[in-house]
């Protein structure tokens, strides 16, 4: 890329190479603006004759086409790309859903040079129209080789953004007490309901049993019977693994136990199982306040229907301390 100076008459089509101001100091045309005809006629009026612009060489290319050519391989999902000016490209989330993010891969394409990709933390929720990425040039160009380096990773390796939308999610709840469920039904609707109106959703099915295996098994095989998107257990005693009550009761109707203990404060206590592809999540404590815990990082992606292993939650002791 090389930065020259041209006549006005002749600079349609080039790239401004720094920002134009009026002799008030108000800005008229803003820096990397590609110079239309009506931009050459507002220039003249203003009793400009010559412009400072860019020129693109041999091997490069423009930052517009260089950050929508990254924005199209590196998501997927029910996202849109939006072209921005300074040399962006923004994903915007079109329904209500979860970010899923390889930092793994988006640490690799930050190190390239030229171009650079931040997103929204792995496992956010995302609203229709929120900006979860955006890709950003270099100034005016890049350099053809590094452009399809980039472009040759991220189709071998991508996508490193997925917009999985939440579809009808079917929410079970199930309140458990040693006395009476109804006690804990009591103690924890209201913060669950707070929990979810975050997510815009609310519970489908709930159901509340003493806290005996006999009594919270029978329970959590009414709520499985109906194929639920999630099973959350909320709990007024703390298990001190998948041998207490909750866990064993789990077992009993069928679930894998995937995870005991998070590197999340508040949150450590947490219990993941799956009966074939319905995750059912324990997390006692977590329900008696609205505060942010283990609860609100794990559900966005269960809810939009992906697998979180074990491996994902030990992932989360990087900021997972919370208060």
């Not at 329970?219 to 998948?242: E, F, K, Q, Y």
């Amino acid at each position: 890329m090389k930065a020259l100076t041209v006549d006005i008459r002749e600079s349609a089509g080039r790239i401004l190479c720094c920002t134009v101001f009026r002799p008030c100091g108000r800005k008229l045309l803003s820096k990397g603006h590609v110079i239309s005809d009506d931009d050459v006629k507002l220039l003249e009026m203003e009793g400009m004759e010559q412009v400072w612009v860019t020129e693109l060489e041999e091997g490069e290319i423009g930052e517009d086409e260089a950050v929508m050519s990254v924005a199209n391989e590196m998501g997927c999902g029910a996202m849109e790309i939006r072209l921005a000016a300074g040399g962006r490209a923004n994903l915007i989330a079109t329904e209500p859903g979860c970010a899923l993010v390889d930092d793994e891969l988006l640490k690799q394409i930050n190190c390239a040079a030229s171009i650079v990709i931040a997103t929204v933390p792995n496992f956010s929720s995302a609203k229709a129209g929120q900006r979860v990425a955006t890709v950003k040039s270099a100034p005016f160009a890049v350099a053809q080789s590094q452009l399809e380096a980039v472009i040759s990773i991220l189709r071998e390796r991508g996508p490193i953004l997925q917009s999985r939308p939440f579809r009808h999610p079917a929410i079970g709840v199930l309140y458990t007490d040693p006395v009476t469920g109804d006690r804990a039904r009591q103690l924890f609707e209201n913060i669950m309901a707070q929990r979810l109106d975050r997510l815009n959703l609310a519970p489908t099915y709930v159901l509340a049993a003493v806290e005996e295996e006999n009594a919270v098994s029978r329970a959590l095989d009414h709520l499985l019977r109906v194929n639920p998107t999630v099973v959350m257990i909320a709990s007024t005693t703390a298990p001190a693994g998948p041998e207490d009550v909750i866990g064993r009761a789990m077992a009993r109707v069928g679930c894998h136990i995937e995870k005991f203990l998070a590197p999340v404060e508040p949150g450590n206590l947490f219990l993941l199982g799956y009966r074939d592809d319905v995750p059912v999540i324990s997390a006692p404590g977590c329900f008696r306040s609205a505060k942010t815990n283990v609860v609100d990082l794990v559900l966005p992606p269960l809810l939009a229907r992906y697998r979180v292993s074990g491996w994902e939650l030990a992932c989360l002791g990087h900021g997972g301390l919370l208060a």
